[in-house]
């Protein structure tokens, strides 16, 4: 993904042929470098993808060309490497016909793509139920007969979105990896089969996708307490990002029903939900209308918390992508919340809000974290373009890269005057015992890595 080698090498493929053009009289590809020393005059008359390299950023995860967004299947692989899927529309600067493109590395900054850089795509719509689009997934590890799985949103043809959207419109679908995510192999389409979440749990949904498939001891053992009425034991939980017409965003709770079986998943309740466009506090953003790309950590300050809720020091965490309650951003607040959980009697869990602020206030969206090395919680989101009228993109080639992938952990400030003002109103931070604790976030890379 990130090769000196791949910028000159789609040029010669998109450029070669290029006709000469005029711009502001001035010979035409040449012009097209953007030389910084002369005013660029029009470079709307540049042909495209002539300017491919020009501000191409060279220190992230980008698609080797045309369209990325969401990253996806973020998921240590058994060599300890990392794979990285990305919502990718190939020979497109737009969305459309949406995969997953995907690539690996050993260090979050040299990448290998999976196939070649023309041919990126590792999932994509084949199938009756995700023709539509293969929307973001999770990989969870002891899937499909032991396999690396992913659990995507398979997209149908139906209008998406408020007001409109009916079941059937996303549904959630299998595929299992033999060759460590280089290929996937799709469940059957039927009973048994894809897709293997269907029915919307509650009415009136504005949407029903990014399910993110986690393990956690903590709600195992919160839960063990209680008499379950659905009876689902498994391991794995998964949250789906959603939402209800003038209701508010909802994030809903599943449980694998049982351990071994990636086919069943059953609705255990709203697991964390908010009033139409509430706000926490004026440093936390709006929780808009729908939620998207919701993923669920604990944190201590270390980073990865895997304990079942004896370490004193971790904090429960929510993030998710909010839609419609921002006048710029492209609609979007990339959240996240501190929460406290609570059983519920029918063996669901609640999470109640103790303190949420804004994941970057940069152009980025559609954060998304995983576990490594059993220790760390790395993030990633998708970071879009200043040129929200797509004045040069055509002439670009290519939409969208990723932020710097970033360990995540709790930051404790010991020793805080209980006096100061303002310290126990609603904002990005908690307190407790005199300590002031949010969740604070350094680039994963090391400096040597960049060397
Ligand atoms: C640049 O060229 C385009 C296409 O011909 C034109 O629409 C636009 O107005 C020009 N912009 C300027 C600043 O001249
Ligand atoms: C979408 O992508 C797949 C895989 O590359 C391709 O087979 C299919 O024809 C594409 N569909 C459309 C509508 O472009
Ligand atoms: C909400 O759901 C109910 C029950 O399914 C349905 O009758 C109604 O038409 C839905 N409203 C909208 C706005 O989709
Ligand atoms: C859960 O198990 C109990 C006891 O076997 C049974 O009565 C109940 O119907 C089961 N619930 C579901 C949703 O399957
Ligand atoms: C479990 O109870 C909660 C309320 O405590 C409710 O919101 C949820 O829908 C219930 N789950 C099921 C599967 O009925
Ligand atoms: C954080 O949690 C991890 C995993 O549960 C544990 O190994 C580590 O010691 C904890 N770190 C701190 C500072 O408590
Ligand atoms: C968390 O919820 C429990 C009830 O489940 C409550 O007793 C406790 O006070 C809450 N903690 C905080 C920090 O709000
Ligand atoms: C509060 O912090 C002090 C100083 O760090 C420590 O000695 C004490 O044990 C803490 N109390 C609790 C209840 O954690």
Redesign the pocket.
């Known amino acids: 993904m990130i090769s000196s080698l791949l910028p000159s090498l789609l040029l010669l493929a998109l450029g070669a042929c290029a006709s000469e053009v005029d711009i502001n009289g001035r010979a035409s590809d040449a012009a097209c470098s953007l030389d910084q020393t002369v005013a660029p005059g029009n470079l709307t008359h540049c042909p495209d993808g002539s300017l491919f390299a020009t501000w191409r950023p060279k220190a992230r995860f980008i698609a080797p060309e045309g369209w990325l967004n969401d990253p996806m299947a973020l998921w240590q692989r058994s060599d300890g490497s990392f794979h990285a899927g990305y919502q990718f529309n190939p020979q497109h600067t737009q969305w459309g016909n949406i995969s997953m493109g995907a690539a690996h590395s050993k260090d979050f900054t040299h990448w290998t793509d999976f196939g070649s850089w023309d041919n990126a795509k590792t999932i994509w719509p084949s199938q009756v139920y995700d023709i539509r689009g293969v929307f973001d997934g999770t990989v969870f590890q002891n899937g499909f007969d032991g396999y690396p799985t992913i659990l995507y949103t398979s997209t149908y043809t139906t209008a998406l979105g408020v007001g409109v959207e009916i079941p059937g419109s996303e549904t959630q679908s299998i595929a299992y990896t033999m060759d460590e995510g280089a290929s996937w192999i799709k469940l059957n389409f039927g009973e048994g089969g894809n897709p293997v979440i269907y029915e919307w749990p509650m009415t009136n949904l504005t949407g029903f996708r990014d399910p993110y498939v986690f393990l956690s001891p903590r709600l195992s053992t919160l839960l063990k307490g209680t008499a379950s009425t659905t009876n689902a034991t498994g391991e794995h939980f998964l949250t789906i990002s959603s939402g209800v017409d003038g209701a508010g965003g909802k994030l809903l709770l599943y449980r694998q029903t049982k351990t071994g079986d990636v086919t069943g998943w059953t609705f255990l309740g709203p697991f964390f939900e908010t009033a139409l466009t509430e706000s926490w506090s004026s440093y936390s953003g709006n929780f808009g209308t729908n939620y998207e790309t919701a993923s669920v950590t604990r944190l ?8 079942d809720g004896s ?1 004193a ?2 904090q429960d965490f929510v993030s998710m992508g909010t839609e419609g309650s921002r006048a710029d951003h492209e609609f979007h607040w990339p959240l996240w919340v501190a929460v406290n959980y609570t059983a519920q009697a029918n063996g669901s869990v609640a999470a109640q809000p103790l303190y949420a602020g804004v994941v970057d206030w940069g152009r980025s969206y559609a954060f998304v974290s995983f576990t490594i090395d059993g ?1 760390r919680q790395v993030s990633t989101g998708w970071i879009y373009e200043d040129d929200e009228s797509l004045v040069l993109t055509a002439q670009r080639g290519y939409q969208g890269a990723f932020s710097l992938f970033r360990d995540l952990y709790l930051k404790v400030i010991p020793n805080v005057d209980p006096s100061m003002a303002g310290l126990y109103e609603p904002g990005y931070w908690g307190v407790n015992n005199a300590s002031v604790i949010h969740p604070f976030r350094r680039n994963a890379l090391q400096p040597s890595d960049l060397l």
């Not at 201590?300 to 304990?307: Q, R």
């Open positions: 201590n300050a270390s980073g990865a918390a895997l304990d370490d020091t971790a220790a």
